[in-house]
């Protein structure tokens, strides 16, 4: 609760807010909530995370990037111009799009 009261404009109402708060801060009653320590405690044991195994199925050279480590392409066909969808088709297909096409 303030003292300061409604104004014609919201512009001048922001602007008296802003006067009355100058020196400090205001933060809404509804804002200041928190959880309740003993359900949070709870919570995140429940939520812990198990122990990883040390083997994961990953082999040792892949586990981390070395500093200056080579990474190869995601895609075989990464340094290949991509297909135009000419040669993609049959020569029936051609055929069809060229009747379909008169």
């Known amino acids: 609760d303030t003292s300061v009261l409604p104004r ?13 708060f ?3 801060r ?14 949070l405690a709870s919570w995140l044991k429940k939520n ?8 994961d199925g990953t082999p040792e050279d892949q586990d981390e990037l ?3 480590a080579v990474v190869e392409p995601a895609h075989d066909y990464a340094d290949e111009a991509p297909a135009s969808a000419d040669q993609d088709l ?8 060229k009747v379909a096409a008169e």
């Open 8 to 20: 014609k404009k919201v512009k001048d109402t922001r602007a008296a807010l802003v006067e009355h």
């Open 22 to 24: 100058k020196e400090g």
């Open 26 to 39: 205001f933060v809404h009653p509804s804002a200041l909530f928190g959880p309740d320590q003993t359900k």
């Open 48 to 55: 812990e995370c198990a122990e990883q195994p040390k083997d």
């Open 66 to 68: 070395d500093g200056n």
């Open 90 to 97: 049959a020569d029936e297909q051609r055929e069809a799009y």
